[in-house]
């Protein structure tokens, strides 16, 4: 890709600078691309940031079946019993079931919106002000994972369905800890070192991170002084369910990864031994655990090898097992509409090793690599279309990046909300995520930039418009306020924060849908110097 010029574009008062004039010389690939009239080239680049949120949620669904095979990994306890002298062999999971919240699925979910903003620090080193892009769009996804996740959130379950969070104390300590992330960039912005951020500032910035873990695996084991005493109930056993389908479906497993994000939560009875089946859930996403176990243990390359195979051929085929069961020709046909167009990216996917490979790791950590490519991408097309639009790149941020960005983190919620019996990993994946876009999303960019300046310059980084990020944080937190305030009623009226009778559901998630557009159209205005 061609290095895109300077914004040629002039900013005037009122609504001009959210729409502005001028011709931008910047492009893509070609530079012909100039040659096209504005209005086409907007609209080229609207459906090029599209279709990369598109590629986003094709690897997200390879990414989480990776996380699923790092969570579950379990390892083997060998101990002698005193009275006997018999060996006693326990299986105990490697991953607490909080850490893995807020660490894998949190962190994991919000890759997207860190890659984006560290690409922009990256871009931006040696320079003295602060690239607009990874501030706003981080505080943009904060925004969308409080209020349009929860309100999708609250309507997932059943008609009449109620879903609480089980373990209230972790989820009051992530909560404050969210609060907190907000609280502490607005005190680094104006109170402390105003419009500016030094290194010392952003360094506790990103160990608030460790200390969010520490204090959250403290109350998760109720440590004594750095716990609250407060019980939890029906907590799930599993991170994720044992599976239980024939072999010979293996090969067939990731086909699931293009239909539908896989299972990765655990779902119980009221005795929390019975796995119930979800409707939709193919044979074929599971497989038999002792072939898995014996593949993980011996790492059977020719296994492994012929599945990987099978991902390539796969990416290249158009008919599924749900498609010849299809009879409406309508359907089949927009079926097969939709692969046609996600063939490049299952194509480029199908490079990811199989998630069996060391418990899937390497498939976790190629997924990451492809998500900071696809930010990469996006973080040029944001720029192209601020600069032939003249729109300001923060009302992008706040908008369109943080929604499409977000979308792993929606993905995730829902899926927990749908099939996991109680709102822990649901609303913790929303909470932990805000929290990791402040202490890692802003905080590593920053401290990138900080470290090269105080290097090379002896000087702190200047943030060009820290007045609109703070006037946005201040809108973040009294709405976020308000969100929190209605989940809390829910709590005391229905007995639980998610589903509940129909009508409530539903006006519970128009109301959070109201303080998101509250939130974006306030934000907008004030960096655009409207009001």
């Not at 929860?150 to 404050?176: M, Q, R």
């Not at 019975?274 to 193919?282: A, F, I, T």
């Not at 199989?354 to 998500?371: D, E, K, Q």
């Amino acid at each position: 890709m061609v290095p895109l010029a300077k914004e040629t574009v002039e900013s005037r008062h009122g609504i001009s600078s959210i729409i502005g004039t001028g011709k931008c010389e910047s492009y893509l690939i070609f530079s012909s691309e100039t040659s096209l009239g504005d209005a086409f080239r907007i609209f080229l680049y609207f459906m090029g940031l599209a279709y990369c949120f598109i590629g986003l949620s094709a690897i997200t669904a390879r990414f989480f079946r990776s996380m699923e095979n790092v969570v579950k990994h379990s390892r083997k306890v060998v101990e002698i019993d005193p009275y006997n002298n018999t060996k006693i062999v326990r299986y105990e999971k490697v991953w607490n079931f909080t850490i893995a919240d807020i660490s894998l699925l949190a962190f994991g979910t919000s890759f997207p919106q860190i890659s984006l903003a560290t690409i922009d620090a990256i871009r931006n080193i040696g320079n003295l002000y602060a690239g607009g892009l990874g501030p706003g769009t981080l505080v943009g996804s904060a925004a969308f994972d409080l209020f349009p996740i929860h309100a999708v959130c609250v309507v997932v379950p059943k008609a009449g369905e109620l879903k609480k969070i089980s373990d209230i104390g972790v989820w009051l300590v992530e909560l404050a800890w969210s609060f907190w992330a907000y609280i502490w960039l607005y005190i680094i912005l104006e109170v402390w070192t105003p419009n500016v951020i030094t290194l010392w500032e952003a360094l506790l910035t990103v160990l608030q991170y460790g200390l969010l873990l520490t204090h959250a695996y403290a109350q998760d084991k109720r440590w004594p002084y750095l716990s609250l005493p407060m019980e939890r109930t029906q907590r799930p056993e599993e991170w994720v369910p044992p599976e239980t389908a024939i072999c010979k479906q293996e090969f067939q497993a990731h086909e699931n990864d293009q239909r539908s994000i896989v299972d990765i939560f655990s779902i119980h009875d009221k005795d929390k031994k019975v796995y119930h089946e979800v409707p939709g859930h193919d044979v074929g996403e599971s497989s038999c655990s002792n072939f898995l176990e014996e593949m993980d243990e011996n790492e059977d390359h020719p296994h492994v090898l012929t599945m990987w195979k099978q991902q390539f051929l796969d990416a290249l085929s158009l008919k599924t097992s749900e498609s010849k069961k299809q009879y409406n020709i309508y359907l089949r046909l927009a079926r097969l509409c939709w692969r046609l167009l996600l063939a490049p990216w299952r194509l480029l996917f199908a490079f990811v090793p199989p998630y069996h490979i060391a418990h899937g790791w390497l498939a976790f950590i190629c997924s990451l690599i492809f998500i900071s490519g696809i930010a990469y991408v996006v973080t040029k097309l944001t720029d192209l279309i601020s600069c032939v639009s003249g729109i300001n790149p923060y009302v992008i941020a706040f908008t369109a990046l943080a929604s499409g960005t977000s979308w792993p983190d929606l993905v995730a919620s829902k899926i927990a909300a749908e099939r996991q019996t109680t709102a822990d990993s649901a609303i913790a994946n929303i909470t932990c995520s805000n929290s990791v876009n402040i202490y890692v999303g802003i905080g590593v960019p920053w401290l990138i930039n900080t470290a090269y300046n105080f290097i090379a310059y002896r000087e702190p980084l200047k943030i060009k418009d820290a007045a609109g990020l703070s006037f946005s944080l201040l809108v973040f937190f009294s709405t976020s306020v308000a969100c929190i305030a209605v989940l809390v009623f829910r709590r005391l009226t229905l007995g639980a924060e998610l589903g509940g009778p129909r009508l409530w559901a539903w006006v519970t998630c128009i109301f959070f849908m109201l303080l998101w557009l509250i939130f974006v159209v306030l934000s907008s205005l004030k960096v655009s110097d409207i009001i």
